[in-house]
């Protein structure tokens, strides 16, 4: 997509040697998301330079997102903008719609590159799903979780739920997702659903330090150790083993490569 193309619907991208910048740009609205911005970012996913090794995930000004933006529940909103114009699809076909709209957070999770969260004020609903869909998440001290889906009568389906139960527990997801309250820096660091909380001035340079370090290594490093971690708590230590084996051989090949030798 083009640069108008993406601030049409609210997103920059900046690709600055092995790390691109996603950043939701409507801060007006705290960068509340919209449908047309999840096809976006599927569509940035899907034609990322093959050299990005981090990618940087953050919004505009003060709040990373606010959630949907709420004209998108408005039945007076163009049907093919509204996530309502799903209603006047059949159960699959509304289902597809959904597959589709998760596509801009899933392509965050592939082993390619790392993806960072850069979290400072509101991350609410969709912008909570959003920063979880990353690999990290460092956060500011000001900000403020919540999974506001249920206050809505919905439930969280922007590919959230896995990874926050993964993170901090089935019986602490539930009761964060059920009550759609707020969780603060401190508890997000405590519970695991925050991997460091620094003071909102210091978040640019914090998390430029680390896309620095995470594109420091070899290629392929990265990639390989993420796909190593990824599912490890779901395999047998057989199976892990096995993986790191396979993958510790295609390293030393690599470095002996890269070494003339």
Sequence with gaps: MTPEQLAHVGLRLAVEGPVATVTLDRPEVRNAQTPAMWLALAE????????????????EGPSFSAGLDRRMLDPATDAEESVLGILACADDEAADRIDAYQQGFTWLREPRFVSVAKVRGHAIGAGFQLALSCDLRIV?????????????????????TKPLVEHVGYARALEICATARVVEAPEAVAIGLANRSVPADDLDDVVADLAAALAAPMPDVVTETKLLLQGAADRGLDEQRRLEREAQVRRFRAVTAALGG
């Design 44 to 59: 940035i996913g899907r034609t990322l330079p093959d050299d990005v090794r981090v990618v940087v995930v953050t919004g």
């Design 140 to 160: 500011a001290d000001d900000v403020r979780f919540s999974m506001k889906e249920s206050a809505l009568g919905l439930v969280p389906d922007l590919t959230g």
